[in-house]
């Protein structure tokens, strides 16, 4: 909690998905003063609920700080979540966002739209009416917002990877999003783990294993006919003793992330809109630096890592929208 004067709080910036809230106090700036967070995510919610928590989250704040504006983003926003808020088409920048927030009024709250894709790519950007799959996101829009405020040198061209459940790879031009496409590695890798035989060998305390990863990785590189023509060797090498059974999700995990960088990487390569888009990871450090070693394992080049820039990017959209206070932004 600030203490000093200069540190006036100006925004209520949180971050609420799935299985978790993040909540950060912040000031005039962006910078965080201070900060909330646990296992209060919209599946943890009961019906009827969301006030309630919402209030238990930021009455401390808003105590010492009546009238403090408030903005959300992530799955709050969803069918499944407070108040469901149509998605922003691309192409996309906090703009765009912030003239698609939805207000409840009743908590002094701004809801963030998320990003709908459902066009055609033309000239680097998605046009209506064409056949590149839909696709969505919710809350992955504020970090690159956040990315693009905090590191302005992105903002022309760039390449934004969000490594996950649903990874999802960004295509930035001009400081919009201009194309994005979900993988579900993640969540491939979660059903193999515990609803297939691939997870049969494996303890549930595995220890880490790099090397395993990595060959992995080469070998979803390798592949000729794709990866499900590899899945089973998560299996076949423990067996035929080239893999120890510790080390078989290790594998499986570098198999699945090799094969969606393979994918990436291909569409990259094919398109001259983002063929030389620079490569940046954004999130979770541990799994953003699996994807940097796999990345280099392709001979792509080393790409930076960013930590959580969710603050940022709400920072950003609340102030595109006017929430800030005079001066602020």
Known sequence: MPDDATQTPGLIALDWGT?????????????????????????????GGFAVRFTAVTAEWRAR???????????????????EVPYCPLPAGPRELASRLERIRDADLAVVPGLVQNGLVQDGLVQDGGAVAPDVMRGEETQVVGALTRHPALQAHARLIMPGT?????????????????????????????????????????????????????????????????????????????????????????????????????DQAADDGVKDAKLTLIGDAALCRRYHQAL??????????L????????????????????GSG
Do not use: C
């Not at 299985?19 to 965080?32: F, I, K, N, Q, Y």
């Not at 930590?307 to 006017?322: F, M, Q, V, Y």
């Open 296 to 305: 280099v394992r392709f001979g792509a080049p080393a790409p930076d890592i």
């Open 19 to 47: 299985s978790s809230l993040r909540a950060w106090l912040l000031d005039a700036t962006g910078a965080v003063l201070d900060s909330r967070s646990g296992p209060w995510g919209i599946m943890q919610v009961p019906r």
């Open 166 to 266: 649903h990874s999802k790879w960004v295509d930035v031009t001009d400081g919009r999003v201009v194309r994005f496409t979900t993988w579900m590695t993640g969540e491939v890798f979660a059903v193999l783990r515990h609803h297939s035989i691939l997870g049969r060998l494996a303890p549930e305390d595995a220890p880490a294993a790099e090397a395993a990863f990595l060959q992995g990785v080469d070998a979803a590189r390798d592949a000729a006919a794709g990866v499900t023509s590899r899945l089973f060797s998560a299996r076949a090498l423990v067996l035929t003793g080239r893999l120890q059974a510790g080390e078989s999700l290790e594998y499986l995990s570098g198999l699945l992330i090799g094969d969606e960088i393979k994918g990436a990487l291909q």
């Open 307 to 326: 930590d959580n820039t969710a603050p940022w990017g709400l920072w950003r959209i609340a102030a595109a929208a006017g929430l800030l206070p005079a």
């Open 65 to 83: 700080w009546p009238g403090l504006p408030a903005i959300a983003a992530g799955m709050v926003g969803s069918a499944q979540g407070w108040v």
